[in-house]
Nanobody, 121 residues
Framework: QVQLVESGGGLVQPGESLRLSCAASGSIFRIYGMGWYRQPPGKQREWVAQVTLQGATNYADSTKGRFTISRDNAKNTIYLQMNSLKLEDTAVYYC???????????????WGQGTQVTVSS
């Protein structure tokens, strides 16, 4: 059983920072790409950032320059450092990973349960 567990959400004021973490656990053979998505209130889920197995990163235009994604392969964990938070960053943030579980022939998508980030003055 493979699980993704997020942590680090909370309530902050505009301009402040938060750091999210996502740890993968279970019977994992290999983790490929990992990333973050978010779902603002009343809107569809949207992609935020991703990091490849080799450490290459990509960001949505709305988060570029403010958010930094990083990965610790030894801990099967990714992080999302969010700086200069804006009201419109309010959302439930979901961790995503493309994982090949032990004993399986191919990788598939896994999702965390989500963590709430609220930016409010």
């Amino acid at each position: 059983q493979v699980q993704l567990v997020e942590s680090g959400g909370g309530l902050v004021q505009p301009g402040e920072s938060l750091r999210l973490s996502c740890a993968a656990s279970g019977s994992i053979f290999r983790i490929y790409g990992m990333g973050w998505y978010r779902q603002p209130p009343g809107k569809q889920r949207e992609w935020v950032a991703q990091v490849t197995l080799q450490g290459a990163t990509n960001y949505a235009d709305s988060t570029k320059g403010r958010f930094t994604i990083s990965r610790d392969n030894a801990k099967n964990t990714i992080y999302l450092q969010m700086n200069s938070l804006k009201l419109e960053d309010t959302a439930v943030y979901y961790c995503h990973a493309y994982i090949q579980a032990a004993g399986e022939f191919s990788a598939r998508d896994y999702w965390g349960q989500g963590t709430q980030v609220t930016v409010s003055s």
